[in-house]
Nanobody, 120 residues
Framework: QVQLVESGGGLVQAGGSLRLSCAAS????????MGWYRQAPGKQRELVAT???????NYADSVKGRFTISRDNVKNTVSLQMNSLRPEDTAVYYC??????????????WGLGTLVTVSS
């Protein structure tokens, strides 16, 4: 079964940096994309950044220029370098993998989440 294990969350002051990492295991289908989503208290889960196996990236407007996503297609890992963090970046960050399973939009799997807290 697919497992995603995240690491790297924590508490940081505004303007600081954190790096999140995620390792996927149990993958038996081709990966379409890996990425990060986040959910702040009282808000819906939202996309932060994704990267396809072909190298295309997609970022939320709010993080462009501050966050950088990277992937290792061989090791099935994905990382998120977060710089110039703001209090509004505070959220639980979830690792996501989308697999080619024959379903119209593939199949999504999620990590348990890692908390990022940015203090002002």
């Amino acid at each position: 079964q697919v497992q995603l294990v995240e690491s790297g969350g924590g508490l940081v002051q505004a303007g600081g940096s954190l790096r999140l990492s995620c390792a996927a295991s149990g993958i038996s289908f081709s990966i379409n994309a890996m990425g990060w989503y986040r959910q702040a208290p009282g808000k819906q889960r939202e996309l932060v950044a994704t990267k396809t196996s072909g190298g295309s990236t997609n970022y939320a407007d709010s993080v462009k220029g501050r966050f950088t996503i990277s992937r290792d297609n061989v090791k099935n890992t994905v990382s998120l370098q977060m710089n110039s963090l703001r209090p509004e970046d505070t959220a639980v960050y979830y690792c996501n993998v989308n697999l080619y399973t024959g379903r119209p939009h593939g199949s999504d799997y999620w990590g348990l989440g890692t908390l990022v807290t940015v203090s002002s």
